[in-house]
């Protein structure tokens, strides 16, 4: 089994900056991906980024050069930098673990853009 757990979220103006973390505890060894989606109220939840454990990224275009994903494997951590956040970017965000057969969600996090 696989913990995840986010942190990080808050309200911030639009413009402004987030930096999401989610840290991961149990059998670790068996995640191959991680990443972090969002779901805004009414709306299905979507993919913001990925990150492999080679290091290879790969980000929705709606956040393309405004977020930056990585990890700290030294730390079980991934992290989202978010920059030049907008109030469309106003979402629970919530960190996933891809292993073989399972995949893995933390509990959520908001984030709340005003503008």
């Known amino acids: 089994q696989v913990q995840l757990v986010e942190s990080g979220g808050g309200a911030v103006q639009a413009g402004g900056s987030l930096r999401l973390s989610c840290t991961a505890s149990?059998?670790?060894?068996?995640?191959?991906?991680m990443g972090w989606y969002r779901q805004a109220p009414g709306k299905q939840r979507e993919l913001v980024a990925t990150i492999t454990s080679g290091g290879s990224a790969n980000y929705a275009d709606s956040v393309k050069g405004r977020f930056t994903i990585f990890r700290d494997n030294g730390k079980n951590t991934v992290n989202l930098q978010m920059n030049s956040l907008k109030p469309e970017d106003t979402a629970v965000y919530y960190c996933?673990?891809?292993?073989?057969?399972?995949?893995?969600w933390g509990q959520g996090t908001q984030v709340t853009v005003s503008s």
């Open positions: 996933r673990g891809s292993s073989p057969a399972v995949l893995y």
């Open positions: 149990g059998t670790i060894f068996s995640i191959h991906t």
